[in-house]
DNA sequence: TTTTGAGTTGTTCGA
DNA sequence: GTCGAACAACTCAAA
């Protein structure tokens, strides 16, 4: 091997210059590198990106871009199948080596492993790192040697272990290979972002993406909402949750930042609660790895016996936010403009559609997949069926929202509503979570699909049949 | 080894 | 109006 022979960095959801261990390892093995990330939808059982999460990533592939550029490099995108378009580079620079930091998705994982393989069979170093969880997946695990399936016992555990190691520094110098790949493309060939229609507008207005805009976005949570997190959080009419999680998908910022961040803000049953969030986030990873089909099969086998509906107009309904229930049709109609929905505002809708529209979770989860900029391959899953009643800790079946309760307790003047419904937005708080009784009635919004008593009579009995079914076998 | 208590986010009903 | 019970079943971990 050459001694200027080059390290290739293989970018995939770490898309930052700080606390980037595979980053930080190739640039202390004093080689040029060869910042690499390949837009892969044809390894076998890749997922394709969403929509949404199409646009986000090329923000952030834009903005990883740029920092390169300032030690005078860049980054170097490719297409095809992961492996087999970095081993070709790698063979074809005569790199000394390929590092990346780990994912946890099976193809993802396949893809990796195959490529270790291959070019530890060329004589090159393949080295991966942790840069996206507190623990690997297969490191916790309960007193018999088992995964956890209950969060509180999950997040003990793994709290137990101390605080995760500092974050590293971004890197000061970088040296680069200074020939460019020939099979490299442009970001605009990737035709991330929507052409026409474009359809990003209210993103634009609603993110800034990138590892620049994450630290200013943790920075200014941490001084405006840290403080009394553990009640607003719930209140979708107040800036109170932390809005990290597309930043978080994509590794513009990796928790162990955000730990250390919110830890250096002082102790609190708020900072606990905050901290746990990231906790469910590192529990969704967990069961994703011991569950590789998370996304397309109920962690209760239970629930295979659920008697969902198909009602592709009610599907369509909630889609579009028009279900006639306000907090609902708030929030699609957030998601579905913002690429983002509140946190509570999510397990009603979610909610709904699984338990008053007795539709498959796996319906929402895709709408949810190809609308969130955050959507991620375990938090979306984990959490759809989380509140389906079929996941890992879940809800239990009888906790079914009342989606008019829900609005007036969380949203109670309405401002929520107001503002992403505004045909409604001339009622009074007092009708406003239940548009149905308010005289002259509200002729531009939809009465409700389905009522509410009836539903969660029918949730309930759907339920109880599966019990039936079960224990016949 | 067996038993026991507890477990993110709720609603309804009846006293 | 408020309050406690009921609404299952199962995993985990301490006793």
């Known amino acids: 091997m050459f001694s200027d022979s080059p390290v290739i960095v293989w970018f995939r959801d770490d898309l930052r210059l700080a606390d980037n261990p595979a980053l930080h390892a190739a640039v202390a093995a004093g080689r040029p590198l060869i910042c690499v990330f390949v837009f892969d939808e044809e390894s076998e059982g890749i997922r394709p990106l969403g929509g949404a999460a199409k646009w986000w990533l090329h923000g952030s592939l834009a903005e990883l871009d740029k920092a390169l550029g300032v030690f005078g490099g860049g980054l170097v995108i490719l297409r095809g199948r992961g492996d087999q378009v970095i081993e070709t580079l790698a063979t074809e620079t005569k790199a000394a080596g390929v590092y990346w930091n780990r994912r946890y998705d099976e193809a993802g994982r396949a893809v990796d492993t195959r490529l270790k393989t291959a ?16 623990h690997e997946p297969w490191t916790v695990k309960n007193k018999s040697g088992a995964p956890f399936r209950v969060f509180t016992a999950f997040w003990r555990a793994a709290r137990g272990n101390g605080d995760p190691p500092l974050p590293i520094p971004a890197p000061v110098k970088v040296s680069f290979y200074a020939a460019r790949p020939e099979m ?25 993406r990138g590892e620049v805009a994450g630290q200013r976005q943790l920075e200014t949570f941490l001084e405006e909402s840290l403080g009394g997190y553990t009640a607003n959080r719930d209140r979708p009419d107040r800036p109170a949750t932390s809005r990290l999680s597309p930043y978080l998908r994509f590794g513009n910022i990796s928790p162990r930042q955000i730990w250390h961040a919110a830890m250096a803000s002082g102790r609190s049953p708020d900072l606990d609660k905050f901290l746990a969030e990231l906790g469910w986030r590192e529990f969704s990873y967990h069961l994703l790895y011991h569950q590789p089909d998370l996304a397309t099969h109920n962690f209760q086998p239970r629930f295979d016996a659920m008697p969902w ?54 319906e929402g989860e895709a709408w949810f997949w190809d609308t969130l900029v955050d959507a991620d391959p375990a938090n979306n899953p984990a959490s759809w069926q989380w509140v389906a009643g079929s996941g890992a800790d879940a809800a239990p079946y009888f906790r079914i929202f009342n989606p008019i309760l829900q609005g007036e307790k969380f949203d109670p003047d309405g401002a929520y509503v107001r503002r992403w419904v505004p045909e409604l937005a001339a009622l009074p708080a007092s009708a406003i979570h239940k548009p149905w009784t308010a005289k002259p009635a509200v002729k531009a919004y939809p009465v409700p699909i389905i009522d509410h008593d009836f539903a969660r009579r029918r949730a309930l009995d759907a339920f109880a049949q599966t019990r039936d079914r079960t224990t016949q076998n």
Not at 320 to 349: F, K, S
């Open 184 to 208: 490299t493309v442009a970001l605009d060939d990737l035709a991330l972002e929507p052409g026409k229609p474009d359809w990003a507008g209210g993103l634009r207005e609603a993110w800034h």
């Open 309 to 362: 509906i198909k009602d592709a107009a009610a599907l369509r309904a909630w889609q579009r936010g028009q279900t006639g229930y306000p907090i609902v049709d708030a929030g699609m109609r957030e998601l579905w403009t913002t690429g983002w929905m509140h946190n509570r505002v999510r397990m009603i809708a979610a909610s709904f559609l699984a338990k008053h529209l007795l539709i498959d979770w796996r």
């Open 119 to 134: 070019l530890k069979a060329r004589g090159m170093e393949a080295e991966s790192f942790n840069g996206g969880l507190f």
